[in-house]
């Protein structure tokens, strides 16, 4: 049985929350703030992260590149894509203290889409892989979203 | 009795060769005689690089049209390409997409196969057919071929040889292949696109500079070049690597350097018939397997390759470039997949499309383009056509 107090369990539900509720409101600045100066994210195939090949769907390795994630989708991308409403589901699955104040939290996830004509499926299936950091503000030092949907049903604008 | 072939699959194909009719994206006669006259007809298909298979009994499963291959690199280190299915009654034989294996094993009835697909046992074999003969019910065979080290099968004996086949495009495809095709596989990102495959494969060179904002954004031009294509529906590109200078507006501009040291030529795009492109841009060495998951939907792998010469940080850049900049959420390329699922249902609208940068004909083809022309497809259109039987209405 767990001896992680309430207390954290929730502040890292509230960082994971943030998170997903960023993504479904499409507020990238948000997205941003959910991550610390040392903030990476990785989006990766299962297949990929099973045999040890690194590519990834995403893969921002350093605080600039989420930045430059945000650049992306706001400014690059916009006004060239048909835009499409996220809805992420998760479940927390464990969560191990790693250091002072930080811990390694694994959540599944599962995210709908439904694009503007209006019929909604399952894009993405996965978990998370994180290092959060407690503090005045939670916040994930690293976001690994391992998705078990090897073959997305689409091109994938938003983070997952 | 079925019909004649003729009085299901007819297409009013427009007189002049800039103009495609678009109910061929998404009639299903059409699509299956598409699979029988080109995914089972006399074209090659790659199917995989020796260098997602490096170590014996590494294998890959992919489809030819919706026919499931099964490519395996046997104990004895030489590549071999089968059918997908038991000898026996045709049963999946691999349902995983990777992998090594020291055998094959259907578990339908546990006929066992080695890595070079010779049959080593079947249980019960004394009550077998009078003409049962184990030497002779391998894994089926498809027949195949490597250039570069890229694997290519067909299902019909009357394709050409390899080297003939690719023509001219065996030039950008070197180029591709960083030269001598001694590449190690980094990883996939695979998509299933919501398009017809042959709408897929008609992206063209004219959109470039005008769909991908990066390339404005980032003041980034591209390098004089040229765009060739072939009798048989190849296309290749082959031009300067223009290196684009820090704007600021990135603020990780290290994605974008250039690591290699070949730039004279150092972008090029290797377009094979039907649906295969292979690619390198800037420091990414990029394969796009794909098949046709019926008549609307295309599925495609994106396998990224480093050299295998290739130092530590070399490989790390070629990581980093490569999963941010190409693919299904690429930088310079998410745009192209949004397009392809608009296409698609924009070509469910009567009519022809036309094609128009770059025409300078309309009552013949020709085979060289400049970078940025859309009528560098032509070519192929006029080999899917000719393929396919479809005459052209007169002028």
Request: hydrophobic share 35%.
């Amino acid at each position: 049985m767990s001896n992680i107090s309430t207390e954290v369990l929730l502040a890292i539900d509230s960082v994971q929350n943030s998170y997903i509720h960023s993504l479904d409101t499409k507020n990238m600045d948000a997205w941003l703030a959910t991550f610390n100066n040392e903030g990476s994210y990785i989006c990766i195939a299962a297949e990929n992260e099973a045999n040890n090949l690194p590519i990834a769907l995403m893969l921002d390795d350093c605080y600039a590149r989420l930045q430059d994630r945000v650049t992306y989708v706001t400014k690059v991308w916009a006004g060239t894509f048909e835009d499409y409403q996220t809805r992420h589901f998760t479940q927390r699955i464990s969560t191990e203290e790693i250091g002072k104040d930080t811990y390694r939290v694994i959540t599944n996830y599962h995210i709908l889409y439904t694009p503007e004509q209006g019929q909604t499926n399952v894009l993405v299936t996965g978990h998370y892989d994180d290092e959060i950091v407690l503090g005045d503000t939670p916040l994930f030092k690293s976001k690994k979203a391992v998705m078990d949907t090897n073959v997305s049903p689409r091109y994938i604008v938003y983070p997952v | 009795m079925n019909a004649p072939e003729s009085t299901y699959t007819q297409v009013a194909w427009p007189a002049k060769v800039n103009e495609i009719p678009k109910d061929i994206f998404d009639r299903e006669d059409v699509y299956q005689l598409e699979l029988e006259k080109i995914f089972y007809g006399p074209e090659w298909h790659a199917v995989a690089h020796a260098g997602e298979i490096p170590n014996p009994g590494d294998f890959k499963t992919i489809n030819v049209g919706e026919r499931p291959i099964l490519v395996v690199r046997g104990d004895d280190g030489e590549i071999r390409t089968f059918y997908n299915a038991c000898s026996h009654r045709g049963n999946l034989l691999e349902t995983r997409v990777t992998g090594n294996a020291a055998e094959f094993e259907c578990p339908y009835h546990r006929w066992l196969f080695d890595t070079r697909g010779a049959l080593r046992g079947a249980p019960g074999d004394e009550d077998f057919s009078p003409s049962f003969c184990k030497e002779e019910m391998g894994v089926p065979t498809i027949r195949s071929t490597e250039y570069l080290g890229l694997i290519f099968v067909t299902c019909s004996d009357k394709t050409p040889d390899i080297e003939t086949y690719l023509g001219r495009t065996k030039d950008a495809l070197a180029i591709t292949l960083n030269g001598d095709g001694r590449l190690k596989l980094l990883g996939y990102q695979k998509v299933l696109y919501d398009v017809n495959w042959k709408a897929y494969a008609d992206n063209d060179g004219y959109h470039a500079p005008l769909l991908h904002a990066a390339f404005k954004l980032l003041n980034w031009q591209g390098g004089e070049g040229e765009q060739y294509g072939t009798e048989n529906g190849h296309i290749g590109f082959e031009s300067e690597l223009k290196v684009p200078e820090d704007t600021g507006f990135l603020n990780d501009p290290s994605l974008l350097h250039f690591k290699g040291t070949e730039s004279s030529k150092g972008s090029a795009i290797a377009s094979i018939f039907p649906v295969t492109v292979i690619t390198k841009h800037m420091d990414m060495i990029n394969i796009r397997f794909a098949f046709p998951r019926g008549v609307g939907s295309t599925e495609v792998h994106y396998g990224y390759f480093a050299h295998v010469d290739d130092d530590e940080e070399m490989v790390r850049h070629r990581i980093r470039q490569s999963s941010n900049m190409l693919g299904p959420t690429g930088l310079v390329s998410m745009e192209d997949a949004s397009i392809f699922s608009r296409i698609h249902r924009g070509n469910h609208t009567p009519g022809n499309v036309a094609f128009q940068k770059g025409v300078k004909h309309e009552d013949r083809i020709w085979y060289d383009f400049k970078q940025n022309d859309e009528a560098g497809n032509l070519p192929r259109w006029e080999h899917y056509r000719k393929s396919m039987g479809f005459n052209r209405e007169e002028a």
